[in-house]
């Protein structure tokens, strides 16, 4: 990397400094800040128009969303299981649901399991288990078998629906097409 040493200091020890890169055409905007904790943080983007106004907030974002998918690579969403769109939503769909009903299932659990990955949940109360899941009309059925903390789970998650209406919440589900979920323990 060849530095054009033109840095700008900015508020809240943020600096920034244009720089180029070889077998890289164009310049490079490089934003660097230094943390709480002492330790540096950099970002680098070609967009020559970005201010560290922007880009420290959405760079906060994105670095969440990386953590999310590397926690959770373990459900699948790493890669896509076809081309067809309505698969794709569907699959990231249920990829999705299964991840907060871990992380539900990880708060619930006390402080005993609250800072494990959901992927040491799901290694220890869900790996084997198996289940089936059909659409009918409006409503998605999840059958489990085998499980064996079913009584506590369901518990939770046994007529979710009229649970959720008591608690004033829509049932249907927009991101499944406003399906209702129904679950069941064998």
Request: glycine share 4%; proline share 4%.
């Amino acid at each position: 990397m060849v530095l054009n040493i033109a840095w700008t200091c900015l508020k809240r020890l943020i600096a920034t400094i244009y720089t180029t890169m070889q077998d890289f055409n164009g310049p490079l905007h490089l934003f660097l800040k230094k943390r709480p904790d002492g330790k540096y943080f950099a970002l680098i983007t070609p967009l020559d128009r970005v201010t560290k106004e922007m880009v420290m907030p959405t760079y906060t974002k994105r670095w969440r969303i990386e953590t999310f998918f590397g926690q959770n690579y373990f459900l699948g969403i790493d890669h896509l299981p076809s081309l067809n769109l309505h698969t794709i939503q569907a699959v990231l769909s249920l990829r999705l649901a299964a991840f907060h009903a871990m992380d539900n299932f990880r708060n619930d659990l006390g402080a005993e399991h609250i800072c494990k990955t959901p992927e040491l949940i799901h290694r220890h109360f869900l790996n084997g288990v198996q289940g089936r899941v059909q659409l009918r009309d409006d409503l998605i059925t999840v059958s489990i078998y085998g499980f064996k903390y079913d009584r506590e789970v369901a518990s939770i998650f046994l007529n979710l629906e009229s649970k959720l209406i008591r608690a004033s919440i829509d049932p249907r589900i927009p991101w499944l097409g406003n399906r209702r979920l129904e679950f069941k323990f064998f």
